[in-house]
């Protein structure tokens, strides 16, 4: 019996709403999946009259925020209702939240949250929407808050118009103080506003980069002011990305900043019941005499027998570490420069501290050691440490797939949840065409990869590998990605990962189907049963597409016709029209849709017999009629006999 125990947590479900926001209606709001807009929980809403209620209480519902409203307004469903003044009671919520959006006048909120505003580092994402949900304006918090992203989100939700006045936001390029974020860098020390200065200027700034991936450099424009020269004589701002910790001058004229990616793993031995505190200043120790940021830090690693070790355990719950182990057969397998036989007697291999960085680290790519084992060590307590450096950093968190639909094409035809899906995502990809079709979804400092169209393995694999990596990652295909799209490719190579750890969240977003919008543009010729046949034999045998195609003419189904005709394949459908006209009359209306809802959309409405006498291409649907359709008023019909 198959095992469904666990496919919420892998599938989480949504629900279906009808919504009216004033007149506005919300058709068929897909009530999202927390992982879209998980990055800004805990998240909430204030709205003080009853028409922002109404406009904020869906997009709740669809975020999996809380409402806050007045106990004034106890009509609205699934609300929080609040007391007094919403200026006091502001205070007590503020620090539970990590964005909030005010469904206010922007003065009145203003005057709201100013006494609350501490500091941009820590202060929630701030965000405006007018009464009738047109407009999203971000406030406070743009980017290191999230607010611009959150509001490109909304936005998408509402169909509305989102309001961005941060200097980078037309300049098609990454803010300085999130170019590292999807990556899990931290920020180190710097003038960061004066670097994000330079940027908004588009002056030269040069990036000096040995350490982390270098996904963010191949994603920008082509006239971006980032020099990666070393020896670059004149930028006016220096941006490193690195495990090394520098000290720069507080006073300067030219600003510099940092940034760490998480690249070092730290391995340790110690003695039994070494305290948390002797541990850390170990740590602290051997980082400042060789130079390096604890920010860099990705997590600990030693001998399984030190599991449980309470000193080791409290450090890494206290700086959000993971800790790492392996056994002393795994250790051996490593070749270090200070083995130890006192340390092999002891636990069975010679070396804790070096091997078990080096095993930790290789896992994100090559490895060097760049600390030898270093002895730090009192009357009572001691430790060994020595550090690696891998070539990815260790993000340490759990990715996303996102399987999307992107409908026929045109933007407008693309679900809400769809678009701000993909808006929202690390990574996009998929094939060239399709990419270029969403190019105004698309947001600086997304990766987006593109694989030609006989690719379809080499992507499902990619996207699992950086969503395992901790990614999200949105793999679109056109029409409805369940069908003849990357959905169930993904699903099984997933299932076939040979690395079971480190599994990704799924979620699939259905877009509006080829012969859906094929149907749409010439009447209703899928009113009764149908079906779909793909006609290309790269992955079907031609005997199996032969054996269907007679099946369902004879069984007077109405067929939608996929991939129908390619430049080395022309006879199939010779093939699929000879078994129709021997099994219906040849006066059968016959639709031919080529890139439907594209610019270069082209509608023709045959018969079955005159079918061939037209273009066909791969990117043609053919929809045949059954015994029923007819083609009148400019319509093609199939009954459903009511």
């Not at 949250?113 to 701030?126: F, H, R, Y």
């Not at 007018?130 to 304006?137: E, H, R, S």
């Not at 003419?553 to 129908?564: C, E, L, M, R, S």
């Amino acid at each position: 019996m198959a095992d469904y125990s666990d496919r919420r947590r892998i599938f989480p479900l949504g629900r279906v709403r009808n919504e009216i926001i004033g007149d506005r209606p919300l058709h068929h709001a897909l009530i999202l999946t927390s992982s879209v807009f998980a990055s800004y929980f805990p998240l909430a809403a204030i709205a003080t009259t009853p028409q922002a209620a109404l406009t904020l209480a869906p997009l709740c519902q669809s975020m999996g925020a809380t409402l806050y409203v007045p106990e004034t307004l106890s009509g609205i469903e699934n609300a929080t209702f609040y007391s007094g003044n919403l200026k006091d009671y502001l205070s007590q919520i503020w620090g539970q939240h990590k964005a909030l959006i005010f469904g206010l006048a922007t003065g009145a909120v203003v005057r709201l949250i100013a006494p609350l505003l501490q500091d941009k580092a820590t202060d929630p994402a701030i965000l405006v929407i007018d009464p009738q949900g047109k407009f999203v304006i971000s406030l406070c918090g743009g980017h290191q808050g999230g607010a611009d992203q959150l509001t490109r989100l909304i936005a998408t939700q509402f169909d509305a118009t989102p309001i961005l006045t941060g200097a980078a936001n037309d300049l098609n390029l990454p803010a300085i103080d999130l170019l590292g974020t999807p990556l899990g860098w931290k920020k180190g020390a710097g003038d960061w506003t004066g670097v994000s200065a330079v940027l908004a200027r588009k002056e030269k700034i040069q990036v000096i980069q040995d350490a982390g991936s270098l996904f963010w450099q191949k994603q920008l424009p082509a006239d971006h002011p980032f020099s990666f020269d070393p020896s670059e004589l004149q930028p006016q701002a220096r941006i490193w990305i690195s495990a090394t910790q520098r000290n720069f001058a507080t006073q300067s004229d030219f600003p510099k900043v940092q940034w760490h990616p998480r690249v070092l793993w730290v391995g340790i031995g110690c003695i039994r019941g070494t305290s948390q505190q002797f541990i850390s200043n170990a740590i602290t120790q051997v980082f400042q005499q060789q130079h390096l940021s604890q920010d860099a830090i990705a997590g600990l690693a030693t001998i399984d027998i030190k599991a449980d070790e309470i000193g080791l355990l409290a450090y890494c719950q206290i700086h959000h570490l993971s800790l790492k182990t392996f056994t002393s057969e795994i250790l051996n397998q490593e070749v270090v420069p200070t083995p130890s036989e006192v340390v092999y007697e002891e636990v069975g291999t010679a070396s804790v501290a070096e091997a078990s960085a080096l095993c930790a680290a290789k896992k994100y790519g090559e490895t060097q050691l760049l600390v030898t084992k270093q002895i730090i060590k009192s009357q009572e307590e001691a430790v060994t440490i020595a550090i690696a450096q891998s070539a990815v950093e260790y993000l340490d968190k759990t990715g996303a797939l996102w399987l999307i639909g992107t409908g026929p094409g045109a933007l407008e035809q693309m679900t809400s949840a769809a678009k701000t899906a993909i808006s929202q995502a690390d990574v996009i990809i998929g094939y060239s065409l399709y990419l270029d079709l969403i190019e105004p979804l698309k947001r600086p400092g997304q990766i987006i990869e593109s694989f030609p169209i006989t690719q379809e393995r080499q992507r499902a694999k990619r996207a699992i590998e950086l969503a395992k990596w901790g990614l999200k990652v949105a793999v679109i295909s056109s029409g409805d990605c369940g069908i003849y799209g990357m959905a169930g490719l993904v699903l099984e190579e997933l299932q076939k990962s040979e690395q079971k750890d480190n599994q990704p969240t799924v979620e699939v977003f259905p877009g509006i189907s080829a012969l859906q919008a094929a149907a749409a543009r010439v009447g209703a010729p899928l009113m009764h049963d149908f079906c779909a046949i793909s006609l290309s034999d790269l992955l079907t045998p031609k005997a199996l597409i032969e054996k269907r195609l007679l099946a369902v003419a004879q069984a007077d189904f109405v067929t939608a016709i996929y991939n129908p005709k390619s430049q080395k394949r022309t006879e199939l459908i010779e093939t699929a029209q000879r078994i129709f006209l021997e099994n219906r009359d040849p006066q059968t209306p016959v639709v031919l849709v080529r890139s439907v809802y594209r610019p270069d959309e082209k509608i023709t409405i045959t018969t079955l017999e005159k079918m061939l006498d037209f273009s066909i291409d791969m990117l043609t649907v053919i929809l045949i009629g059954n015994s029923t359709t007819y083609y009148q008023g400019g319509f093609v019909i199939t009954p459903r006999g009511y």
